[in-house]
């Protein structure tokens, strides 16, 4: 299995610029693409972003031009730099890793979520 464990959100006034981290660790040889969601009060969980293992991006539209996810396989680290942060990106953040096993065994691992709240 893989841990991943998150960091990096805080309180931000509206306009202002966050970087979560989600470090990995465990059987991260498994790992494939990794993503971030989120999920405000009431709402159901939403992707934010996906990185393959091959470095390709997508993004949910709200988030496009303002939010960028990168990752280094080498420090097991997962990124995901957002700008420009409005009221409505409050949220629980929360990273995911998929992996494959020999077996052909898939599974996805969450970590426990990091408080992004945005706020004047």
């Known amino acids: 299995q893989v841990q991943l464990v998150e960091s990096g959100g805080g309180l931000v006034q509206p306009g202002g610029s966050l970087r979560l981290s989600c470090a990995a660790s465990?059987?991260?040889?498994?790992?494939?693409?990794m993503g971030w969601y989120r999920q405000a009060p009431g709402n159901e969980r939403e992707l934010v972003a996906v990185i393959t293992n091959g470095g390709r991006t997508v993004y949910e539209d709200s988030v496009k031009g303002r939010f960028t996810i990168s990752r280094d396989p080498a420090k097991s680290m997962m990124y995901l730099e957002m700008t420009a942060l409005k009221l409505d990106s409050t949220a629980v953040y929360c990273c995911?890793?998929?992996?494959?096993?020999?077996?052909?065994?898939?599974?996805?691992?969450w970590g426990q979520g990091t408080q992004v709240t945005v706020s004047s």
């Open positions: 995911h890793a998929d992996l494959i096993f020999p077996t052909g065994a898939r599974v996805r691992s």
């Open positions: 465990g059987s991260i040889w498994s790992i494939t693409d």
